[in-house]
Structure formats: structure tokens, C-alpha cells
């Protein structure tokens, strides 16, 4: 067994709108959607945000952003 330790998503925020990019295009696939971009507000919202918990809120977060678009941008 091998333990890997990864740093919190709040030490790392430049990494935030790499990961919602990759959220986004992969629950759009899964759900049929095109989604061309986050509005600019969102994606400073969700970059200032500090995610306590760990990467998967943010994947959660981005998943329910795509399931109730209605658009190209979310």
C-alpha cells in the first residue's frame, strides 16, 4: 500500500479553473450538453471560494452546474 498525500484544493487555487474546465467538459459528454464556457462571475466566484472539503465538492458543484444549464455558458 502507498500512501499519497495531495495538498487541499485551497493551496492550490491556480489549479481551480483547470479542474472546472475538465468538469465541465466531462459532464457535458456524460449528459449530452454543450457547454461552451463558465460566465466570468462564476468562474471568479468559484476560484475565490475556499472549498473546505476536497476536490470532489468542486466536482460536485461544477456537475450541478451542467445538469441545470440551459445554455452554451454556464
Known amino acids: 500500500v502507498v500512501e499519497i498525500t495531495l495538498p487541499s484544493i485551497r493551496e492550490r487555487r ?23 464556457a463558465v460566465a466570468p462571475e462564476a468562474m471568479k466566484l468559484l ?3 475556499s472549498w473546505p472539503v476536497h476536490v470532489r465538492q468542486l466536482m460536485n458543484v ?13
Do not use: H, W
Open 47 to 49: 476560484c475565490s471560494y
Open 62 to 74: 461544477v456537475e450541478n452546474m451542467v445538469v441545470t444549464a440551459t445554455g452554451k455558458i454556464t
Open 14 to 36: 491556480q489549479d481551480v479553473p483547470l479542474l472546472i474546465d475538465f468538469f465541465i467538459r466531462d459532464f457535458a459528454a456524460k449528459n449530452n450538453k454543450i457547454i461552451m
